[in-house]
């Protein structure tokens, strides 16, 4: 079969285990994946931070509640979080770094510090 370079699309000639048709489309073809991960990778990292700012300037207590509306409005997005701690009675607490979060009833939530050992 036929194979093409899937950074110019020009056919491969020579091996058969050759993936492209040069060494400049292979590293081309590299530096663009790696750009793409460290590009995805960046705005998670981002993502991240700014609900880690938001719970920091909320949370002025170490334990505070705040309804849900207040951390929309700040731009807190919650599918990003550093991790989950679940207590024996089964209720989620959500950690970003080392503030975390609880949902309790009515779109209130509850904001703790943790104390965070690596
Ligand atoms: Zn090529």
Request: charge should be positive; aromatic fraction near 12%; proline fraction near 1%.
């Amino acid at each position: 079969m036929e194979k093409v370079c899937p950074e110019c699309g020009n056919r491969i000639l020579g091996r058969a285990d050759k993936k492209f048709c040069s060494d400049s489309c292979r590293n081309a073809h590299n530096n663009n994946l790696n750009k793409d991960q460290s590009n995805l990778v960046r705005n998670i990292n981002n993502r991240l931070r700014k609900n880690h700012r938001i719970l920091t300037k909320l949370n002025t207590k170490d334990k505070t509640k705040t309804k849900r509306e207040t951390l929309l409005k700040h731009g807190f997005n919650f599918k990003f979080f550093t991790g989950q701690y679940i207590t024996k009675t089964g209720s989620t607490y959500y950690y970003v770094y080392d503030q975390g979060y609880l949902a309790l009833d009515n779109d209130w939530f509850l904001l703790v510090k943790v104390d965070i050992t690596l």
